[in-house]
């Protein structure tokens, strides 16, 4: 679990970093998606190495939310489990809406089978950006997920210091503070785009 986290929490700030030369222009975030594709090798690799980290995530979620349920079945609670938070608590379901998004997204901006006008936008990713998000359910779907994604980061980082035997009691809130504020720059970050075309910014 942690170390597929680490690969995904990993590859959303290259892509957050990535995404945020939409503010510099067509021609920054043009340029660097047709830098992407013009590297194969770099493309695909990191495509297979997503698709292997995704599948394993999920997998050692699920067997981690049965071992949870089952723990929990038995016997009174543990300090553990009265420490949970709202984030640890719901790390199933924000998962899950987080699987949705990148599912939809996808569809939206990689295979473009969802409906972004009657226009083709050829190589121009930026000219696909602004209007994907033109459309207001859409925009606003992102960053109710994007939110999510913020809370999902905000118990995960912090629990790949556990995992790996590098979080003591002396560094649990430095480390949740840490993992919290990762999350929030991943969220703000990408959620800058949508609402950016929202409020007529990048248009
Ligand atoms: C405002 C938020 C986001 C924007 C504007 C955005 C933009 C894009 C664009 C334009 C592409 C297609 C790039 C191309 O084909 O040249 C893409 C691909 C992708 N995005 Fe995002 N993205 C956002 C958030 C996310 C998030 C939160 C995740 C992960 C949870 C994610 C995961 C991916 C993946 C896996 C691909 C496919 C890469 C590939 O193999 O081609 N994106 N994104």
């Known amino acids: 679990m ?11 700030l290259g892509h957050m970093t990535g995404n945020l030369l939409m503010f510099k222009g067509p021609e920054a975030i043009n340029a660097y998606a047709a830098w992407l594709h013009a590297n194969p090798g770099l493309l695909w ?9 995704t599948i394993a995530h999920i997998w050692a979620g699920i067997l981690l939310s049965l071992e949870n349920r089952a723990a929990r079945a038995g016997g009174p609670a543990v300090a553990a489990t009265r420490r949970a938070t709202i984030a640890s608590r719901t ?12 599912i939809f997204h996808l569809l939206h901006f990689t295979f473009k089978a969802v409906a972004l006008g009657d226009v083709s936008f050829g190589d121009d990713v930026y000219k696909m950006v602004i ?7 859409v925009a606003y779907f992102y960053i109710i997920s994007l939110l999510l994604l913020c809370l999902h980061l905000s118990h995960g ?3 790949v ?5 590098l979080r003591n009691e002396r560094w649990r809130s430095r480390l949740d503070s840490l ?8 969220a703000l970050g990408f959620i800058s785009i949508p609402l950016a075309v929202l409020t007529g910014y990048l248009k």
């Open 161 to 165: 210091f556990q995992t790996l035997g």
């Open 179 to 186: 993992a919290l504020a990762y999350g929030w720059i991943i």
């Open 2 to 12: 942690a170390l597929t986290g680490l690969v995904l929490a990993g590859f959303v």
């Open 131 to 137: 209007a994907g998000f033109s459309s207001k359910p």
């Open 45 to 53: 690799g990191a495509r297979v190495v997503m698709i292997i980290s």
């Open 91 to 102: 790390m199933p379901y924000s998962g899950v809406v987080i699987l949705g998004f990148a």
């Open 157 to 159: 980082v912090s629990s």
